[in-house]
């Protein structure tokens, strides 16, 4: 069984930072990508970075490049996200997710995730 705890969040004033972890535990058979999405409210779900199974490739949406980083520590089985220069727009539950990949790359879309955290909010004022 596989079980993804995310930690970290909360609430902060407009250019701020926070720090995202999500611990995974359990097995994965094959490498596994990582990826985090949130879900603003009235908003349908989006990507907003993952990263392969080496770390060696990762994506970001048009809207944090620059400023949110996404890292994985495998010795941990632990992924971070470090979100800075918040805006109010990044108000939303942030998903940490798991999935198998090639180990080349990492996806974009839900259904290339089967394991799911619980979600935490980022809350963001102007």
């Known amino acids: 069984l596989v079980h993804l705890m995310q930690s970290g969040g909360g609430s902060v004033q407009s250019g701020g930072s926070l720090r995202l972890s999500c611990a995974v535990s359990?097995?994965?058979?094959?490498?596994?990508?990582l990826a985090w999405f949130r879900q603003a409210p009235g908003k349908e779900r989006e990507v907003v970075s993952c990263?392969?199974?080496?770390?060696?490739?990762?994506f970001y949406a048009d809207s944090v490049k620059g400023r949110f980083t996404i890292s994985r520590d495998n010795a941990k089985n632990t992924l971070y996200l470090q979100m800075n220069s918040l805006k109010p727009e990044d108000t939303a539950t942030y998903y940490c997710?798991?999935?198998?990949?090639?180990?080349?790359?990492?996806?974009?879309?839900?259904?290339?995730?089967?394991?799911w955290g619980q979600g935490t909010q980022v809350t963001v004022s102007s």
């Open positions: 990263t392969s199974w080496s770390g060696a490739w990762s």
């Open positions: 997710v798991a999935g198998e990949s090639n180990g080349r790359e990492c996806g974009e879309y839900e259904y290339e995730y089967t394991y």
């Open positions: 359990g097995s994965i058979d094959s490498p596994y990508s």
